[in-house]
């Protein structure tokens, strides 16, 4: 590493891809004297979203699955269905407790600086990788890039969409929902905005995640999710008095698109390193 190579590796996201490497990496054990800078835009002390996922047995963020279902509900105009995954659970994980994992386990083993800020791009030099936080070019070995800075210039055959969302995670005064049993889809909603469907995550009898989806390719307005919240919880779930205690919202392209793994000395993760390949869900 020399004068005007400060850090061995660059991390751009503290999101899923950037803290899961991380923690991997600090699990490995033969990284503990490499120098890392991790660049978010965010601190990360908020629970600003949920991430769910199939998995059998345990997986390395067993300690913080918030909640987990092996039985779910599909829903649309003409089928109603409980599901039996096994030998799959559907989990859920919570943000600010990945958020808290991580960074515990990533202090203790590895030498990692944060900073707070926007990257604007990523480069290749001849012997380095370089980051532009702002206004200023940082070096490294490698960098590891889970930013779309652009949308991808897709083929022909191609799709390109969003999956695109809001949620609300909401208490009632009465028990309401069965926490055995989860809804992964119902499309018993308006489908005016294209393929939109709601799922529902209770966590208890009185408090569960109810998330407004659409597969399109462009986002609402605010008021339209709130719209699609409203109309589900009332109409379909039936419940008038409820109090939200947490929302979240998120985009996330859906594409056949084959994002490259590697430019030189840049590794994609995440979304920019293909980990959203959806193989034949559009076509």
């Known amino acids: 590493m020399s004068a005007n190579r400060p850090y061995d590796y660059i991390i751009t996201g503290a999101g899923c891809a950037g803290l899961s490497l991380l923690v991997h990496l600090a699990r490995n054990g033969n990284f503990r004297d490499k120098k890392i800078l991790l660049i978010d ?17 345990e997986g390395p963020f067993e300690p913080i699955v918030h909640k987990q279902w092996s039985q779910a509900w599909f829903h649309s105009d003409t089928i109603s269905r409980l599901l039996d995954l096994q ?39 001849e012997n380095t990788a370089e980051v532009q936080l702002e206004d200023e070019w940082i070096a490294a070995d ?23 969302f809001k ?10 929902f069965d926490p055995a049993q989860a809804t992964l889809m119902d499309f018993r909603t308006g489908q005016q905005h294209g393929a939109t469907f709601v799922y529902v995550m209770p966590f208890t009898p009185q408090r569960a995640l109810v998330e407004y989806t659409l597969f399109n ?6 008021e339209e999710y709130d719209a699609g919240l409203d109309d589900y919880i009332s109409r379909i779930l039936g419940i008038q008095d ?24 840049i590794i994609y993760t995440g979304t920019a390193g293909d980990a959203a390949y959806i193989d034949g869900i559009i076509a």
Not at 41 to 56: A, H, P, S
Not at 90 to 116: N, P, S, W
Not at 251 to 261: A, E
Request: proline share 6%; aromatic share 12%; glycine share 6%.
């Open 142 to 164: 490698y960098v590891f890039n889970s930013i779309l800075f652009r949308p991808p210039v897709v083929r022909t055959k191609d799709h390109y969409l969003l999956q695109h």
């Open 242 to 265: 409820y109090t939200i205690t947490d929302t979240e919202q998120g985009v996330i392209p859906m594409t056949d698109h084959r994002f490259p793994k590697r430019d030189g000395r």
């Open 217 to 222: 390719e462009s986002e609402l307005t605010g």
């Open 167 to 176: 949620g609300r995670i909401i208490e009632t005064p009465q028990p309401v």
């Open 87 to 125: 030998p799959y659970h559907y989990k859920l994980i919570r943000g600010i407790d990945f958020y808290r994992y991580c960074f515990d386990v990533i202090g203790k083993e590895l030498d990692v600086t944060l900073r707070k800020g926007t990257v604007k791009a990523v480069r290749n030099t």
């Open 41 to 57: 835009q965010d601190d990360k002390v908020r629970n600003d979203r949920t991430w769910c996922f199939w998995q059998t047995g």
